[in-house]
């Protein structure tokens, strides 16, 4: 039979003012406070509190908490509360194991673990964000129940309340995040189905906004000539010429280093460090981009930086340079930015036939099948340069002022 620890009916307590001198040794040292409660103060300074009790004839120890966080108070109401359980024979210690685990198989601390899992393949920023949202809009509601009897129609309710705030893109945005944990949590055999799968086409649809962009051949030809006609400082001048020609973001051209490219090979690998998806990210590189390459190699290839900013070489170009430089070309924020260039080429080669999927895969999207997105990165990389060298013989043709240009399509 479970017995209470002992009381020692006359024993002296301990006093807030014995545990505030406290002050470490060289060695651990307690302090009792009776029934089994005492403190104990650590040659670090940490005084932790502790618990001793007798269950099923063997002496057991229950840590209480950390002083100052815990008080002296506190410390015994939780003293009583655990000489309660072992009265009615059960072992605080195993309860409190017990606890941990319902909570471990809450939504909330999947969702966590989740978290902790992915931080390797997620920027720090990227992790904080996600977990903000969860915070924000779904923790208070569903955080605390069992994942495995978290319904569609439950995760639906909390989606609803964000769409209600304005939020649709983040609404989409916990649905699938909120399918990633649910997933995980099969995997890890805590949950049995994935209901946010259930909610595809069950929130209102988000307006996307895209950046602005030429995609009309006659008037690509006049950018291009432009573009060309260019006269500013060396590296944005090179950086504009090839921006349509890699159609990357503008963040990763600006921060472009050299030791990252191979003229030789024609191919440019972006580390996984400085993309979106945190993968490495392989640019064929058309004959026309190398050829700009090796003019601007002369002139930027001692330093770390291909367009390295006017003040100092230890930095690039900064994010604005691309874009106020197509303002000084004459044109404005509602006709061209430097995203653009993406969509340009997005758009134009998506209309002359080629397969969506070299066009997702050299704009660098992410790809929802992993299994699919690996045999795609591995096996369609010729295709990819084809498809490059194609589009940068298809704006050639454009700056010079082709009246025909000859369309590459795929079946």
């Not at 006269?231 to 990357?248: D, H, R």
């Amino acid at each position: 039979m479970a017995q209470p620890h002992a009381r020692t009916p006359k024993m002296s307590q301990l006093t807030d003012t014995d545990i505030r001198s406290a002050k470490p040794k060289e060695k651990p040292y307690k302090l009792f406070d009776g029934d089994g409660l005492f403190l104990l103060v650590k040659p670090n300074g940490s005084r932790l509190w502790r618990l001793k009790y007798r269950f099923d004839g063997r002496e057991k120890l229950l840590s209480v908490g950390r002083y100052p966080e815990v008080r002296l108070r506190d410390a015994r109401t939780r003293r009583e509360d655990a000489r309660r359980l072992v009265a009615a024979n059960v072992d605080p210690s195993a309860r409190r194991k017990a606890e941990r685990a319902a909570r471990a198989d809450t939504f909330e601390g999947i969702t966590r673990e989740w978290l902790n899992m992915k931080r390797k393949s997620l920027t720090e920023r990227t992790h904080d964000k996600r977990l903000s949202r969860f915070e924000a809009f779904v923790f208070p509601y569903v955080g605390k129940r069992p994942i495995a009897t978290i319904t569609a129609p439950d995760l639906l309710s909390v989606l609803k309340r964000v769409e209600a705030r304005g939020k649709n893109e983040t609404a989409h945005r916990l649905r699938s995040e909120s399918s990633a944990v649910f997933r995980y949590a099969i995997a890890t055999g805590r949950a049995e189905r994935d209901p946010a799968a259930d909610l595809r086409g069950a929130l209102a649809p988000v307006v996307v906004r895209n950046h602005p962009a030429i995609t009309e051949p006659a008037r690509i030809g006049e950018l291009l000539r432009a573009i060309y006609g260019y006269t500013g400082q060396p590296a944005t001048e090179y950086a504009l010429k090839l921006l349509p020609l890699t159609f990357v973001r503008p963040g990763e051209l600006r921060a472009a280093e050299w030791a990252e490219f191979d003229l030789d090979g024609a191919e440019w690998r972006i580390p996984g460090a400085r993309m979106k998806m945190r993968e490495q990210h392989i640019v064929p590189l058309s004959t026309q981009a190398v050829s700009l390459l090796r003019e601007l190699q002369p002139i930027t290839g001692a330093g770390r930086y291909l367009f390295p900013s006017l003040r100092t070489g230890e930095r690039p170009i900064s994010n604005n340079t691309l874009n106020a430089a197509l303002r000084r070309l004459g044109y404005t924020g509602d006709e061209m930015v430097s995203h653009g260039f993406r969509s340009m080429a997005s758009t134009c080669l998506n209309e002359q036939g080629w397969h969506p999927d070299l066009i997702e895969l050299q704009l660098a999207h992410a790809e929802r099948d992993e299994v699919r997105g690996v045999y795609n990165r591995a096996q369609r990389l010729d295709e990819r340069r084809k498809m490059m060298q194609t589009w940068a013989d298809y704006l050639d043709g454009l700056r010079k002022g082709a009246k025909v240009v000859p369309i590459r399509r795929q079946a």
